[in-house]
């Protein structure tokens, strides 16, 4: 809705600053507006019992046990917070990652447990094996290559055991082909034809992984994701990773990380329009927490205007370690 600029009035008839004067005035013609509905809150989930485990490179974010993840997924639902996404590190981890699809892995039973204390809460899994594998890979590995289609089975197995275990969304985040429709058609084989799929469409081989490797204890042993996930300089590219996942059935499609492509979310959501999510992942949060610490910048101003840039770039859903600080700020301000 653009207007022909030659038709805009020029200084002095128009002043842009007379909308700028009070912040009343501000708060009415502002063109964004972020909510606590829009977030999805990252969790990580170890073994044990009590555990709550600060992941040292993420202040303020906790490998947590199942019985501490209850307690966070309920603070997490009273501060208006609709979503959370599960990340699992198991007891033991191996070649072909087990204990991503054992019906009772870390994840499942995380499931479980938080489905029956919170309800309410909507709870996103993390399809993926590089947790559970020894290698660190997120699919099964020969030689030097990571196996697509051998890799893309099981990842539909992990989808169907968190769907079992009541799962309201699964979220394949590996970028090897075709397992959109590979978890879509075994999902709706089984009976869960109502789960939604919201696919890591465009993701980068991003340096913003960094802390998410300590956090999820997740680093590659050898090699890296280069040949899976895409190259920081394309996105043509990420619109056909986009339009393929679509038409392999994704209903939610997903750009990460989201600050160093903000380009990317404003062309997916323009292009086609579908519910679009951006991943903020944990380099963009280390980097705010560790000049916040310095003093360098204002931890909650800057959090703000991140998130606020992520939604205006076309952004529906914002998955983010910075939810419940963020939903602090919004609940005050009503
Ligand atoms: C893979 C996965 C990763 C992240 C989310 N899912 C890491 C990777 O691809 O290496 C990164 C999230 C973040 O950095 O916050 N299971």
């Not at 890799?151 to 979220?171: F, I, Y």
Request: hydrophobic share 40%; charged share 25%.
């Amino acid at each position: 809705m653009r207007n022909d600029r030659t038709q805009i009035a020029g200084y002095p008839i128009a002043r842009l600053r007379r909308l700028r004067m009070t912040e009343t005035i501000r708060s009415m013609v502002r063109e964004t507006e972020l909510s606590t509905s829009d977030f999805i809150y990252p969790l990580f989930v170890v073994p044990g019992k009590g555990v709550r485990k600060e992941v040292s490179s993420m202040p303020g974010v906790f490998q947590m046990s199942i019985d501490q993840i209850v307690r966070e997924c309920a603070e997490v639902y009273s501060l208006g917070i609709p979503a959370v996404i599960f990340f699992g590190i198991p007891e033991t981890k191996d070649e072909v990652g087990s204990g991503a699809y054992d019906e009772h892995g870390i994840v499942q039973e995380t499931l479980r447990a938080v489905k029956r204390e919170v309800p309410g809460l909507l709870l996103i899994t993390d399809v993926c094996l590089c947790e559970y594998t020894s290698h660190g890979h997120c699919g099964i590995v020969r030689g030097n290559e990571i196996l697509n289609d051998d890799s893309v089975a099981l990842l539909a197995k992990e989808a169907l055991t968190h769907a079992a275990a009541g799962a309201d969304m699964v979220a394949p985040s590996d970028m090897f082909d075709g397992r959109v429709k590979a978890i879509r058609a075994l999902l709706d084989d089984q009976g869960f034809q109502n789960i939604p799929i919201m696919s890591y469409a465009a993701k980068y081989a991003s340096g913003f992984y960094g802390p998410f490797r300590e956090a999820a204890e997740s680093t590659p042993q050898f090699g890296d994701r280069r040949s899976h996930q895409m190259d920081p300089a394309n996105s043509l590219e990420a619109l056909r990773e986009v339009a393929q996942d679509i038409q392999e059935g994704a209903d939610i499609v997903m750009v990460k990380p989201a600050l160093s492509y903000l380009d990317v979310i404003h062309r997916v959501k323009r292009e086609f329009g579908m519910p679009t999510a951006a991943y903020n992942v944990s380099g963009e949060y280390s980097l705010v927490k560790a000049a916040a610490r310095m003093g360098w910048v204002d931890n909650d101003r800057v959090m703000m205007e991140m998130l606020t840039s992520i939604k205006r770039a076309g952004a529906d859903l914002i998955l983010t370690y910075f939810a419940k600080e963020a939903a602090n700020i919004l609940g005050r301000s009503r």
